[in-house]
């Protein structure tokens, strides 16, 4: 499985981005997937998650009712759609793929991971 994160790039704060993340393989829809975030001198966190058949979302407090995860299983794509953006969202983002079909927020559950995509929000 090989995940390739696109879609980063320098925004005013209050402005939008739409992340993609493009996956090989054929488990992609059995797969719940997420999103993470690293800034710099800081752990990576999580961002959202999706079950496999996109029926369950997950947000972290930070992000919630600012971005939205989808994902299109004809594709192998999951999105990450980041509206109000905010200078503290700046960080390289990573999408995962999960070791099961839940929508899950721990490190721990993605097998497979994605280079990255840098997001920088400016005030």
């Known amino acids: 499985v090989q995940l390739q994160a696109s879609g980063g790039g320098l925004v005013q704060a209050g402005g939008s981005l739409r992340l993609a993340c493009a996956v090989s393989g054929r488990t992609f829809s059995s797969r719940g997937m997420g999103w993470f975030r690293q800034a710099p001198g800081k752990e990576r966190e999580f961002v959202a998650a999706i079950s496999w058949g996109g029926g369950n979302t997950y947000y972290a407090d930070s992000v919630k009712g600012r971005f939205t995860i989808s994902r299109d299983n004809a594709k192998n794509t999951v999105y990450l759609q980041m509206n109000s953006l905010k200078p503290e969202d700046t960080a390289v983002y990573y999408c995962?793929?999960?070791?099961?079909?839940?929508?899950?927020?721990?490190?721990?559950?993605?097998?497979?991971w994605g280079q990255g995509t840098l997001v920088t929000v400016s005030s």
């Open positions: 995962a793929a999960g070791r099961y079909g839940r929508a899950a927020s721990v490190i721990k559950e993605y097998d497979y």
